[in-house]
């Protein structure tokens, strides 16, 4: 069989039947040269007004429930897509991430892929079939419907393009990856090529156009991903190539500004060489941390500390249930948990910026100047996160940007 293609279309791309029609009608062309295999995202903002509806029946909704009713999305959508293709003489199939193999861990919510049997889809491929996935799901090894987390076809596509040999291409609204958000941050351009580590802390700032799980997959696997726009605008035919880029240049590449960020304290005053439970309760403290999935986390004998982001996960109601019931089980009353929400945490990404006491100052210097309040800075090998209030969020990304990326000499 000739290598397949796997294409990703977002939420933004199926929006309404005239764009689906329009996919529709790309796929169709694609299809004639090469086996296809589709990944589709919920249409337009689905997924958000189901994480409505279930939270206004109950709050926090149970996350086995949350994701059987979210993966309705990603069903419609393949549905759809599938039958707009028969409209044009197609011959396609739908089939949901459990049908394709896409096996996860059971962590409801933000589950990660551990392995894909893609069975039915080379069957399908071999019969002539274009193959429609629903992206953003699997099935645990307990036979539980599970998601990927928000933005996860992403990784849906490249996990099966990794599982098929096949090229992987991620249509959006945007014609790949920007130095910034090009719809927040005036002058923003277009990068041709980027390394994966890069690309996974751009997205693990936050940045929707990929989702970390399916860079950190691509890297893993070496697949290339290429991003572009699915209805290219005249003229404008770019994209962006995410692979390994070794001769890439230094200094940042990239910022990223989540306005949506949480800052999330458990204090623990507990002497654990005292008191019966004590042993017991770190164990279920360094558990219970473990598994929020917070960034930035930070655990020491005094409590746990980490960064929450509302533009990635919907489970704040759910992480702060779960942080105060364990509050409520310590008798003694030594332990508290505080969550600050007004922040934004601008990230600068490159290569070993935390090595580099020159970017630090630079951008310390810059924030001054726009007199940007610095409340607290965090890095990690490829990322220096800056810490501001919401509303100077914007301010801040924007000041970097000019003096850090697009003025750089
Ligand atoms: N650095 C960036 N480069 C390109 N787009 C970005 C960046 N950061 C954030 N974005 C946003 O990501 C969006 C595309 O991702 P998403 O909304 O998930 O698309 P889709 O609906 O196709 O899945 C763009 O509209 C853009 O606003
Ligand atoms: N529908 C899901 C999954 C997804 O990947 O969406 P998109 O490709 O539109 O970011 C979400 O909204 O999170």
Same mark, same amino acid.
């Not at 019969?127 to 539980?144: L, W």
């Not at 654990?272 to 558990?287: F, M």
């Not at 980490?306 to 704040?316: A, H, N, P, V």
């Given at each position: 069989m000739q290598t397949p293609v796997v294409m990703k279309f977002g939420g933004s791309s199926v929006a309404d039947f005239d764009r689906l029609r329009k996919v529709a009608g790309i796929v169709a062309a694609r299809a004639r040269q090469r086996p296809t295999v589709v990944v589709v995202s919920a249409m337009g903002k689905t997924t958000d007004g189901l994480v409505r509806d279930a939270q206004a029946l109950c709050e926090p909704p149970a996350p086995r429930e949350l994701d059987m009713l979210l993966t309705t999305g990603e069903r419609t959508s393949m549905a759809f897509l599938s039958l707009a293709l028969h409209g044009l003489g197609v011959s396609a199939i739908s089939l949901t991430g459990s049908q394709c193999g896409v096996i996860t861990n059971h962590q409801h919510g933000r589950a990660r892929i551990v392995e894909v049997r893609p069975f039915?889809? *080379?069957?399908?491929?071999?019969?002539?079939?274009?193959?429609?996935?629903?992206?953003?799901?699997?099935?645990?090894?307990?036979?539980?419907v599970t998601t990927l987390g928000r933005g996860g076809s992403d990784t849906s596509a490249v996990a099966l393009a990794a599982a098929l040999g096949a090229d992987c291409e991620i249509h959006s609204d945007v014609d790949g990856v920007y130095d910034a958000d090009p719809r927040k941050v005036e002058g923003a351009a277009r990068l041709d090529e980027l390394g994966y580590e890069e690309m996974q802390a751009l997205s693990r700032a936050g940045a929707k156009v990929l989702h970390a799980q399916a860079v950190e997959l691509a890297a893993e696997r070496g697949i290339a991903i290429y991003a572009q726009a699915t209805f290219p605008q005249a003229g404008r035919k770019g994209q962006t190539v995410i692979r390994n880029n070794p001769a890439a240049p230094t200094g940042v590449r990239a910022l990223h500004c989540d306005a949506e960020v949480v800052d999330v304290q458990l204090s623990w005053r507990h002497d654990?060489?005292?008191?019966?439970?004590?042993?017991?309760?770190?164990?279920?403290?360094?558990?219970?941390?473990?598994? *929020?999935?917070?960034?930035?986390?930070?655990?020491?004998?005094?409590?746990?500390?980490?960064?929450?982001?509302?533009?990635?996960?919907?489970?704040?109601?759910?992480?702060?249930?779960? *942080?105060?019931?364990?509050?409520?089980?310590?008798?003694?009353?030594?332990?508290?948990?505080?969550?600050?929400?007004?922040?934004?945490?601008?990230?600068?990404?490159?290569?070993?910026?935390?090595?580099?006491?020159?970017t630090v100052e630079l951008a310390l210097t810059q924030l001054e100047a726009e007199g940007v309040a610095l409340l607290g800075m965090r890095s990690d090998g490829q990322s220096l996160g800056l810490l501001v209030s919401r509303e100077q969020g914007e301010v801040a990304a924007a000041a970097l940007h000019a003096k850090m990326i697009a003025g750089r000499p």
């Open positions: 039915r889809i *080379l069957d399908e491929l071999a019969a002539g079939h274009v193959v429609v996935v629903g992206g953003f799901q699997g099935v645990s090894y307990k036979r539980e654990p060489s005292r008191g019966q439970g004590g042993g017991q309760s770190r164990g279920r403290l360094a558990r219970l941390v473990g598994g *929020l999935g917070l960034r930035y986390l930070q655990v020491d004998e005094r409590g746990a500390r980490g960064l929450f982001s509302m533009t990635g996960r919907d489970d704040l109601g759910e992480v702060e249930a779960r *942080l105060r019931d364990f509050v409520a089980d310590i008798e003694d009353g030594s332990a508290s948990v505080e969550l600050r929400r007004d922040l934004a945490l601008v990230t600068l990404v490159g290569a070993g910026l935390e090595e580099r006491p020159d």
